[in-house]
Structure formats: C-alpha cells, structure tokens
C-alpha cells in the first residue's frame, strides 16, 4: 500500500519489451535506501516489484495488463516518474490510500495558472473513471494523491500548490499528455456492497428427483 507522497523524482534508464511485456529501469536515489529485491516501487502510480537494483538504480517487470491500463509503455530514457515505496508499518499516513493498481488514464486538458500560489490542472476522463470523483475527495495522478477540487461531465480539476509541483512531475505535463489515473477504493467498495446480493441458484434436486433415480 502506498499513500501517494513522491518521495522523489527518478529518471528512466532503460524500457525494453513490447505490449506483452516489458522490463523497466530507473535511476533513482532516494527509493533505494534500504529497498531489496521483491520489494514494491510505485511508479508514477504504479506498483511494481523490484526485481533488480544496482548503486543507483532498480529494474521491475511490467505486465501486459499494467501496460493497458496505464501510460508505462510510452516512456522513453530520460523520463521523469515520480517514485514511492511502499508505506512502511510505522509511518504517517500523509495522503490517502493507494492501492498502486492503475483504473485508466485521463489526458491532460490545461494548466492554469492562480497567482503565485498554485496551478488549476485539468484533467480530461472517461465516465468508468469519473463515476467515482467526487468534489473534495481524493484521487492519485501519476501516484500523486490529490484532493479533488471540482468535476464536470468529462474532466475533473485539481490545485497544486507549488510544493506538490516542485516535488512531482505533474506541472512538467503538458495538454494531451497521458496520465495515469486511480480512483479512491473506498469508492469502489461502497458500489459493490450497495448493489443487490445474488440469489443462490437452486440446484434442481428434489425428493421427486431422487425418487425417479432410485434413491
């Protein structure tokens, strides 16, 4: 589990494969400190297992699914990827709860400027990803988690004070880049416990049933 707090900014060394799969590596100082292999690395949101590290970088493999799901296999060396480890057992719960299992991407519709203190960002989604955002609620952007600040029919906003801007990649974006994009999971739960149980199908044995069978 993850909180979505960047740790750091790495780069992107290598990407090798194809859309069945791929191998990435990241350079990187900060996520490596006490990380050994088969720990988790979100990166840009998604959870990945490291399954090689060097002095200053650590290489995971990247499944067909997470590739169809999220804007992974577009990278190219020298990419920014924000980075995280996996939340540790005794930390602060900072942001909110990242699963690191990517819904879908949204694309980048604007970024506008407020003053000096923060950028609207603008985020265009699809309605399997919008049915969850909700005004005020969180939501994780590139594994960034964001309070949302408003939602319309097609696109959702959030505000990035210059902290979040100077420590993620997200105002390196520009309008039609992808973004991955992964809903509260609170959410989700709440919309599969609110629909109706299945009834249990009947198994068509009765004593009529066994009688004409001989039992």
């Known amino acids: 589990m993850f909180t979505g707090l960047i740790e750091e900014v790495g780069t992107v060394a290598r ?19 006490g990380t050994a292999i088969g720990d988790s690395i979100a990166t840009n949101g998604v959870c ?83 049915r969850y955002v909700v005004e005020k609620g969180s939501i994780a ?10 939602v319309g029919d097609a696109c959702f906003q959030v505000s990035i004070i210059p902290h979040t801007g100077a420590e993620t990649t997200l105002l390196r974006r520009k309008p039609g880049d992808t973004v991955n994009l992964e809903c509260d999971i609170i959410a989700k739960y709440v919309e599969k416990l609110m629909q109706p149980a299945e009834t249990p199908k009947r198994s068509g044995i009765t004593l009529d049933f066994l009688a004409a069978n001989g039992f």
């Open 15 to 33: 990407l090798e494969g194809s859309a069945r799969g791929a191998r990435l590596t990241v350079r990187c100082s900060a996520v490596l400190d």
């Open 48 to 130: 990945l297992t490291v399954t090689g590290r060097t002095a200053d970088t650590f290489s995971a493999d990247i499944m067909a699914e997470s590739l169809r799901r999220s804007g992974l296999g577009a990278l190219k060396p020298g990419s920014p990827v924000n980075l995280e480890r996996a939340m540790a057992a005794g930390g602060r719960f900072g942001g909110h709860i990242v699963s690191g299992h990517i819904d879908g991407t949204g694309i980048v519709h604007s970024l506008q400027p407020e003053g000096d203190a923060a950028v609207w960002v603008t985020v265009d989604a699809p309605p399997e990803i919008l």
């Open 141 to 150: 952007i590139d594994g960034i988690s964001l309070t949302v600040a408003a």
